[in-house]
């Protein structure tokens, strides 16, 4: 029998480079306030796809969207939300993190877009509701949009700058020292926070087709004005969007943690460090008297308790468990985990608990002595991991990118005394 001994971490501060924006207000007596805003660069299109032929002034309108799925969002749906967006005035800085305070970036007093908006769809017209599905009759997927009308002088500019110079265009770094990014804050409104898994910015121009029509049982042609409409730009990885979070913890779960209890929340939340056993595991392996022995493997699953609240909140979707020593280093260049000094689980709801499954080759080095006792201390995190299948007919599933986790508010008290390590191997004693 092993012991895992740990304790809850305060983590204010973590990197929140996204293709996700979190945006609202959110208060819950068991978690605790949530507020969210978010700035962003902007990846241009290389081609506007407007034709030349058609004259700036036959441009029409400019429109944001703010893209998120039916269940891309905490609280209550029909909660009244205004938000703001402001155009920002210098270049954000790459070292960005969820404390950025965008004072100075933007000018308070000129909002470029205001809109008042919930997250229900009772709103919408039958027909808009049911455009905005997607997906497959396999896997259907339904989204909703929060649409923001933007100058149309704005419009005007941009499509004249990509005449006058289309190399603005060309790069996100030529187009970020032409257009910033905007700044998007929570105006008014609170008990909601969408979660936008897209972003755009679509321009819509008039153009003049010639069409035939009968009239009098005639043909006749004639000319008709149309509208049409392209993407100008996006967010997308190769541009800077980040999350403006601020996360005071409750009452609740401060008391909690006070009792001894290991809590993990997010986003910028509580961690957990833990001190793994690895020095009563190599004991037990050096007291087995094998003089031939094969390592097979090493797992720890940690059972989680969720916490009471009336939001719907959950445990985390995936936990880090990463050397301590290794924690920043981890984040800052965006390393995955290898299985030798970081590991990774999901969270299996039937059994409520995290099966980190590979820890054979940290154990391995621990037996040969190449590690320290630092290395013995972990750190559990809240994050957000990405996959990919490789293989047709046995598939292996690898880990592509490992990022903390903001999509959405969680917590969830990891119950360490009923940890359990599995550590096994095979042995063979030889006789002289």
């Known amino acids: 029998t092993f012991v895992v001994t740990g304790h809850s971490i305060y983590n204010p501060q973590i990197k929140t480079k996204s293709l996700t924006q979190l945006i609202g207000n959110l208060s819950i007596p068991e978690y605790g306030d949530l507020s969210c805003s978010f700035v962003t660069q902007f990846m241009p299109a290389e081609s506007l796809n407007i034709p030349d032929s058609i004259p700036l002034e036959d441009i029409k309108s400019m429109r944001l969207r703010f893209r998120f799925s039916n269940m891309s969002f905490t609280g209550d749906s029909l909660a009244p939300q205004q938000l703001k967006i402001y155009r920002l005035t210098k270049q954000l800085p790459n070292d960005i993190m969820n404390d950025f305070d965008p004072t100075g970036y933007y000018n308070p007093n000129s909002p470029i877009g205001i809109k008042s908006y919930t997250a229900s769809h009772l709103g919408m017209a039958d027909k808009v509701y049911k455009g905005q599905y997607y997906g497959d009759n396999f896997n259907p997927t339904w989204e909703r949009a929060i649409w923001v009308d933007l100058?149309?002088?704005?419009?005007?500019?941009?499509?004249?700058?990509?005449r006058d110079n289309p190399s603005t265009f060309q790069t996100p770094s030529s187009?970020?020292?032409?257009?910033?990014?905007?700044?998007?804050?929570?105006?008014?409104?609170?008990?909601?926070?969408?979660?936008i898994t897209n972003t755009e910015v679509i321009t819509y121009y008039n153009y003049t087709r010639k069409v035939?029509?009968?009239?009098?049982?005639?043909?006749?042609?004639?000319?008709?004005?149309?509208?049409?409409?392209?993407?100008?730009?996006?967010?997308?990885?190769?541009?800077?969007?980040?999350?403006?979070?601020k996360y005071n913890v409750s009452d609740n779960l401060k008391n909690k943690i006070n009792e001894g209890q290991t809590i993990v929340s997010a986003p910028a939340g509580y961690n957990v460090e833990i001190t793994f056993?690895?020095?009563?595991?190599?004991?037990?392996?050096?007291?087995?008297?094998?003089?031939?022995?094969?390592?097979?493997?090493l797992t720890i699953s940690i059972p989680v308790e969720n916490i009471k609240n009336d939001y719907g909140l959950t445990p985390p979707p995936y936990l880090l468990m990463v050397k301590s020593s290794e924690v920043d280093k981890f984040f800052t260049e965006?390393?995955?985990?290898?299985?030798?000094?970081?590991?990774?689980?999901?969270?299996?709801?039937?059994?409520q608990s995290y099966n980190f499954t590979s820890m054979r080759d940290y154990i391995i080095q621990a037996i040969k002595g190449t590690i320290e006792e630092d290395d013995y201390q972990f750190t559990i995190i809240p994050v957000q991991i990405t996959t990919d299948t490789q293989g047709t007919?046995?598939?292996?599933?690898?880990?592509?990118?490992?990022?903390?986790?903001?999509?959405?508010?969680?917590?969830?008290?990891?119950?360490?005394d009923k940890a359990k390590i599995k550590f096994t191997y095979s042995k063979q004693n030889l006789r002289k």
């Open 334 to 351: 965006n390393i995955i985990p290898d299985g030798k000094s970081s590991f990774w689980a999901s969270y299996d709801e039937s059994s």
């Open 277 to 297: 056993p690895t020095k009563e595991i190599i004991e037990k392996y050096v007291l087995s008297n094998a003089n031939m022995s094969v390592v097979n493997n």
């Open 212 to 245: 035939t029509v009968v009239e009098n049982d005639q043909s006749i042609t004639k000319d008709s004005v149309m509208t049409d409409s392209v993407t100008l730009f996006c967010v997308s990885p190769e541009i800077i969007s980040s999350n403006n979070i």
């Open 175 to 195: 187009f970020s020292e032409y257009f910033h990014g905007i700044y998007v804050e929570p105006y008014f409104g609170n008990g909601l926070v969408v979660d």
């Open 393 to 416: 007919y046995e598939t292996t599933t690898i880990v592509t990118k490992c990022t903390p986790f903001i999509s959405r508010p969680v917590m969830g008290r990891l119950i360490l």
């Open 151 to 162: 100058p149309k002088e704005f419009a005007l500019n941009i499509v004249k700058e990509y």
